[in-house]
């Protein structure tokens, strides 16, 4: 006698056992009492038979996220009208979402789709789904243009729309979704948006941790008020068009760890600015808490680029060139040690300056912040990533070169520090370690 003749079960938790394989409901399918199936994180195969899960009409839950299913989403599915958590991703799923399910499904929470074969638009009736809390619908085919307006989904927290064919105005998603208070996670990247982002951005919730709009077509200037979003960790915008400045409003957010803006069109330093912006750019850097050493020299190098133009075009006094050598160079320390020169540990006897330059040559790793050495998990496995051992070695022998640059940009006499062009050549070696083909799974994604 098997699970298949519970004929009472109500509660199915079989998640995470990844040696349970075969079609699923061959097991389940006379199981028509089931409230809660959670069967996550397993290696089943085969698809979803209607005549099945039809049956099923009092399940609340079903989670059948990340095996390996296959073949049609039965519409069935969008009947169960006591459904509040749909998980059906990263299997290998096709079909579309039907234009009636809000009124099919009226109190869903959770609604995860991504990482399958869908297609087809997204049903404007998503927009009545009003007690909707999470809609991930990434790395799938959906195309057209989203008209949708998240306006009314005043409980949504989670909206991921990223790596689809999605079209249309980034402004009129932005601007909807001024009215989603709850809002922390925000994934519009790699779509076909156009537009600006508009200034109401400032205006999004302030629970917003994580925002990415990687690899549109987005123009025009990154919003200043982002400022205003001051709990965010995550910020992506590479891989687009954004021009001007970037902020120096980036200062707010203090609790940021990962910041991609490279491939852009953006610029640190305009032939207009003042010594004194470039001098509070420079502050805003130095209290955005990015983790991966490989974003801190990207940014920096190419900041410094900028600056040996200007410094070789005569533009700016020697004096506020030096003075920016020396901001960088501390910059650097901060952003390696993780210490800043108010630090309590640090005092007139021993400055950050002295701090480091103790660390030379072969204590690189006892002052390094440890964030730095943290690997960043990769989903794919490359049997070319060298042995940990190798790894740690490139990486020490990489933040030497940033500390030792930093170490020859503070210095305290100007006359004695790194001119602008070794500086860029030092970072690049540096830089280049990282960048080395072996290891880039290490890189930020799209590098």
């Not at 059906?88 to 399910?101: A, R, V």
């Not at 990247?189 to 400032?202: E, M, Y």
Request: proline share 4%; charged share 15%; hydrophobic share 40%.
């Amino acid at each position: 006698m098997g699970l298949g003749a519970l004929c009472h079960l109500k509660y199915l938790w079989i998640f995470s056992n990844y040696r349970l394989s075969g079609p699923l409901f061959n097991i389940i399918a006379n199981l028509t009492s089931l409230e809660h199936i959670s069967a996550y994180d397993n290696a089943f195969m085969g698809s979803i038979p209607d005549n099945s899960i039809s049956r099923m009409t009092n399940l609340t839950v079903l989670d059948l996220s990340s095996n390996k299913l296959s073949g049609i989403i039965p519409l069935s599915i969008f009947n169960i009208s006591s459904l509040r958590v749909l998980d059906l991703g990263s299997n290998q799923l096709h079909g579309s979402i039907p234009p009636y399910i809000a009124f099919a499904l009226p109190q869903l929470q959770i609604l995860r789709l991504y990482n399958n074969y869908l297609l087809g638009p997204l049903p404007l009736s998503i927009q009545n789904l009003t007690t909707l809390q999470q809609l991930n619908l990434s790395k799938n085919n959906f195309t057209g243009r989203v008209s949708v307006d998240y306006g009314g989904l005043h409980n949504l927290q989670w909206l991921s729309l990223d790596n689809n064919n999605f079209e249309g105005d980034i402004s009129f998603i932005i601007t909807a979704l001024v009215n989603c208070t709850k809002l922390n996670n925000l994934h519009l990247g790699k779509n076909n948006f156009i537009g600006v982002l508009p200034k109401v951005l400032a205006n999004l919730s302030t629970s917003l941790t994580k925002i990415s709009i990687r690899g549109a077509s987005i123009t025009g200037a990154i919003p200043i008020g982002i400022g205003n979003l001051i709990n965010l960790t995550h910020v992506d915008m590479s891989e687009s068009e954004f021009t001007g400045s970037i902020p120096s409003e980036f200062a707010k957010l203090h609790k940021l760890e990962r910041l991609y803006l490279y491939s852009n069109k953006l610029t640190v330093y305009s032939v207009y600015m003042t010594t004194i912006y470039r001098a509070i750019y420079l502050q805003a850097l130095a209290v955005v808490k990015i983790c991966y050493i490989c974003i801190y020299i990207t940014i920096i190098f190419m900041d410094l680029c900028q600056m040996s133009f200007l410094e070789e075009c005569g533009i700016g006094g020697e004096a506020s060139l030096e003075a920016d050598i020396y901001s960088y160079g501390i910059l650097l320390l901060e952003l390696i040690t993780r210490k800043r020169p108010t630090d309590d540990m640090l005092n007139e006897d021993l400055n950050l300056h002295g701090y480091a330059k103790a660390s030379l040559p072969k204590k690189v790793l006892q002052i390094v912040d440890s964030m730095v050495l943290t690997e960043e998990v990769n989903e794919e496995v490359d049997s070319r990533v060298p042995r940990p051992q190798e790894r740690l070695r490139q990486r020490e022998e990489c933040i030497a070169i940033v500390l030792k640059v930093g170490v020859a940009c503070s210095s305290h006499f100007p006359s004695d520090r790194m001119k602008m062009s070794q500086v860029i050549s030092k970072l690049q070696k540096a830089r280049n370690i990282l960048l080395n083909p072996k290891h880039r799974h290490n890189l930020p994604r799209g590098a």
